[in-house]
């Protein structure tokens, strides 16, 4: 029971993050705004720790590294968490601000929520064995394919001035986490 505290701390931390937009935003559409931002901002260090768990393990072995290592579906889990909640509030602002957005703005995020929401059903060890190799398959891409998504979200807000501080923020911690899986997977080898 106690090992699956990561999967309440995602929900608690999307609804949290929800909470604050709420709070501070200035009308719907603005307050909706800041929901969908922030949720995504507290998932990324969430779903970072996941992507870098067995890396992380690998590279400075020690007691809490192997227990995010050994717990990492539950990290998982407690992204896919935060996450949903992202999608609830960023339908909630596009509601607001009665944006429209074209079927092929949403195909890259789309796909990234149906992997999400994939690994998150096969997050167990009987998925593991009906699937065999393919659920390895599924989790690699997943994986990295929303580290794809989160690096593209935060990388095009690199140009605009106000968005740049948090842009920084994403992008170097992704760049971090991918730092450490290519020096985990480098010592491995040499080994
Ligand atoms: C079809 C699916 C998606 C849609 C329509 C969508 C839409 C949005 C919207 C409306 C915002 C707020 C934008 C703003 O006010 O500046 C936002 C922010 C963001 N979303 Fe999503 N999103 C989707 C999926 C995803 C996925 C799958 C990820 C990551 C894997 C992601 C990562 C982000 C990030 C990093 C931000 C900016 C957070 C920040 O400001 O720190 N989104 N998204």
Redesign the pocket.
Known sequence: MLQRWPLLLGLIAGLGAIYLGLETGSGEADAW??A??????I??PI?LLTYAASALGRIWPGEITRTIWRNRRWWGLGFAAC?TV??Y???K??EA?G?V?TIG?????????LL?FLMALTSSDAAMRVLGKNWKRLHTFGIHY?????TA??AG?LMTAK?RP??I??VSLCLLALAIRIAAWRKTRRS
Not at 36 to 41: F, G, V
Not at 105 to 111: F, Q
């Open positions: 705004g800041r969908a931002r922030w949720t995504a901002r998932g990324l779903f996450h992202h999608l509030a960023l339908i602002a596009l601000s944006e957005r703005s949403l195909i890259p995020g789309g796909i990234a929520y999400i929303v580290w794809f998504i989160f979200a935060y807000r968005t948090e842009a923020y994403g």
